[in-house]
């Protein structure tokens, strides 16, 4: 049985630089795989070879079995690619913009209309169809040139970062749309860089640095990490050291916690349960009379799960600013 994508020892070089170095990995039909990885890690390189539109220094692709350079047209026929950038046609409108890429496809007259239509009014843009796209907004365009991508009646979705830069609710649809092609039997590959988007979206979760694939995952672990990585930020004054002041709580309450500093003055505390042990630390520094400046619960980050995930270093960066404490961490 094929599976939907298959890349076997991916490398691509721009001259001397290696932007993808041995990349392995199986989709399977009825799947969203999530590419999950920090600017410049590679994944617009990685999806641009995956639709044909960039070549391979070497390596194999195959997309629905038929391999993406020998077979162009047979692989291309099975996807749809939607950039992170929306190419509309700003002089169309909505409409138009929709009618004229289905005939690209040859899709039937009768088609076109009936899918444009219903494409139009499941992202909210069916009031708006007969201006011009050069007037609609950024989240606008974007579910348009998903529209576009989806009208074609692909097997295969390619979206590069689909939801970055969006309003909540524009991307709350988007991902509704996503799960929906899903479970109609379709495969999606998408990119991004938010952790909780792949966690709640995706199947399953490769995680790329520098070209590299370091771990594919299944969101349940990515949660568990999210939620180990939580934690408490806050500044202090500069009349104490963050350290000093950490030191003698954790000696007092017997609880270490690893930390790390953000900068001199401002530190994260690791904690399962960020809000509650923020509390009791306020209510402490209170009663001590330190002074704070900010402080705040944060969400977990890339580098914090990829260590949470692997037990190996940050993403590329060095480990200097982290200290351990004694804590069940790493
Ligand atoms: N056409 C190109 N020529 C030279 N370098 C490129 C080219 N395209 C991408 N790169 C480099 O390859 C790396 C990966 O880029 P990209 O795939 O766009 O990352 P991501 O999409 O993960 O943010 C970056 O260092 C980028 O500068
Ligand atoms: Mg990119």
Redesign the pocket.
Same mark, same amino acid.
């Given at each position: 049985m094929n599976k939907a994508i298959q890349v076997v020892n991916l490398l691509k070089k721009?001259e001397e630089?290696v /932007?993808l170095d041995s990349i392995n990995f199986d989709v399977e039909y009825g799947e969203i795989f999530g590419y999950l990885?920090p600017? &410049? /890690? &590679?994944? !617009?390189?990685t999806i641009r070879i995956l639709t044909a539109i960039s070549r391979p220094t070497s390596g194999t692709v195959l997309i629905a079995g038929h391999n993406i350079e020998k077979k162009e047209y047979q692989a291309k026929k099975k996807l749809s690619h939607v950039p992170e950038n929306p190419i509309v046609y700003p002089e169309l409108s909505g409409w138009d913009n929709l009618i004229f890429t289905a005939g690209l496809y040859r899709i039937s007259r009768k088609e076109r209309t009936h899918s444009a239509e219903r494409l139009l009014k499941d992202f909210n843009l069916f009031d708006r169809r007969h201006q011009q796209a050069v007037y609609y907004s950024k989240g606008m365009k974007k579910k348009l040139s998903l529209a576009m991508g989806l009208i074609s009646n692909p097997e295969i979705l390619f979206l590069d970062e689909p939801t970055s830069g969006l309003d909540v609710e524009s991307q709350r649809l988007i991902r509704e749309k996503i799960n929906d092609f899903r479970e109609k039997g379709n495969t999606v590959f998408l !990119?991004t860089h938010n952790l909780s988007e792949a966690a709640h979206l995706c199947n399953r979760v490769a995680i790329l640095d520098k070209g590299k694939i370091l771990t594919i995952d299944s969101p349940n672990h990515l949660q568990e990490a999210m939620v180990e990585v939580r934690s408490f930020e806050f500044e202090l004054k500069s009349s104490h050291s963050p350290e000093v002041v950490l030191k003698t709580y954790f000696q007092e309450t017997n609880d270490e916690r690893d930390f790390i500093f953000l900068n001199k003055q401002k530190v994260r505390v690791y904690t399962p349960n960020p809000t509650s042990w923020g509390q009791e630390f306020l209510d402490w520094t209170r009663v001590n009379k330190i002074p704070f400046g900010a402080f705040g619960t944060a969400e977990a980050n890339l580098e914090d799960v990829f260590v949470s995930l692997t037990g190996k270093g940050k993403l590329g960066h060095p480990q200097k600013d982290i200290k351990r404490g004694k804590s069940q961490r790493g």
């Open positions: 721009f630089f /932007a990885g600017n &410049g /890690a &590679g994944k !617009t390189t !990119t």
